[in-house]
């Protein structure tokens, strides 16, 4: 299916995440924190970043709006998956590029229907 790049500094959301996507057919890349992720991101080119927002250093809002201004990676869809769930967070992660928001956990079926509906957008 697809080649998805999770950006999420807790080992385990990184591994649910992980077997969800491994279940329905997508490969995955791991990174744990906004800086890395933005470099795996240039030199891997993912179909699709899944960005957590609480990292250490750089937050996922401010590596959503990197990875958008960046020509290498600006047509990458970024699906925000979050603890912070307030309709504020939400409306800030669209206005920096993202392309769609869950709230930690997210139910697999919805992730998953959330990737397929990012993934036949971008084309």
Known sequence: ??????????????????????RNGHQVLASSSAEDGIEVCK???????????????????????????DSGTKAIPVLIVSTK?????????????AKGYLVKPPKEETLIGEISRLLVAAG
């Open 1 to 22: 299916m697809a080649r998805i790049l999770i950006i999420e500094d807790s080992p385990t959301d990184t591994a649910v995440l992980t077997q969800m996507l491994e």
């Open 43 to 69: 030199r891997e080119l993912p179909d699709l970043v899944l960005m957590d927002v609480v990292l250490p250093g750089m937050n996922g809002f401010q590596a959503t709006r990197a990875l958008g201004r």
């Open 85 to 97: 769930g307030m309709e504020t967070d939400q409306a800030w992660g669209m206005r920096q590029g």
